[in-house]
């Protein structure tokens, strides 16, 4: 029991899924309750870059991004007892699931476009979202990544029913 007891403090918890679904609000909170480190790699981008994920998307493209991502979550994934948010396209890259998937327990949280749209229509720092069209984007995005976030995943949770506490209204 004792080394189950061990093995499951030492046990990686990553976020995965679409932009909106609530990977960075959930993961905060579950590190807190675990009383873990938590990490999102976007947050850790723009540390170490200095910059926005914007500006970093203006500047290197979304290639460019990309490779830093990757960096990012070779390096967290390698980290024991954290539980970290990933972005919505971290899963673009075969790697990126590779690591995630062999490194820990990969939850894909699951929400619909119709929720991204709300919980995304003021956030001007996404910028897949920067278009005219932005639930053709999300609709589009969806039908590319959830074949992926779905062959990475080890258990399924659907995001889409709202906390009632104001204070989790951003997600």
């Known amino acids: 029991?004792?080394?189950?007891?061990?093995?499951?403090?030492?046990?990686?918890?990553?976020?995965?899924?679409?932009?909106?679904?609530?990977?960075?609000?959930?993961?905060r909170l579950l590190a807190s309750a675990l009383k873990r480190p938590f990490y999102?790699?976007?947050?850790?981008?723009?540390?170490?870059?200095?910059?926005?994920?914007?500006?970093?998307?203006d500047l290197e493209g979304e290639a460019g991004f990309r490779q830093r991502e990757t960096q990012v979550i070779d390096e967290l994934t390698q980290e024991q007892?954290?539980?970290?948010?990933?972005?919505?396209?971290?899963?673009?890259?075969?790697?990126?699931?590779?690591y995630l998937k062999e490194r820990g327990l990969v939850i894909f949280l699951r929400t619909t476009v119709d929720q991204q749209?709300?919980?995304?229509?003021?956030?001007?720092?996404?910028?897949?979202?920067?278009?005219?069209?932005?639930?053709?984007?999300l609709?589009?995005?969806?039908?590319?990544?959830?074949p992926l976030y779905l062959a990475t995943a080890h258990l399924i949770v659907d995001t889409d029913q709202r906390p009632t506490s104001s204070s989790h209204a951003g997600y």
């Open 1 to 27: 029991m004792q080394d189950e007891q061990e093995c499951n403090s030492l046990t990686n918890i990553f976020l995965i899924g679409s932009m909106g679904a609530g990977k960075s609000t959930l993961g």
């Open 139 to 146: 609709e589009e995005l969806k039908e590319k990544r959830d």
């Open 117 to 137: 749209l709300l919980r995304t229509s003021k956030d001007r720092s996404r910028p897949l979202l920067q278009t005219e069209n932005p639930r053709a984007r």
């Open 40 to 57: 999102d790699s976007d947050r850790v981008i723009e540390e170490r870059c200095g910059a926005s994920i914007p500006w970093i998307f």
């Open 81 to 98: 007892g954290i539980v970290l948010s990933t972005g919505g396209g971290s899963v673009l890259k075969e790697e990126n699931r590779q």
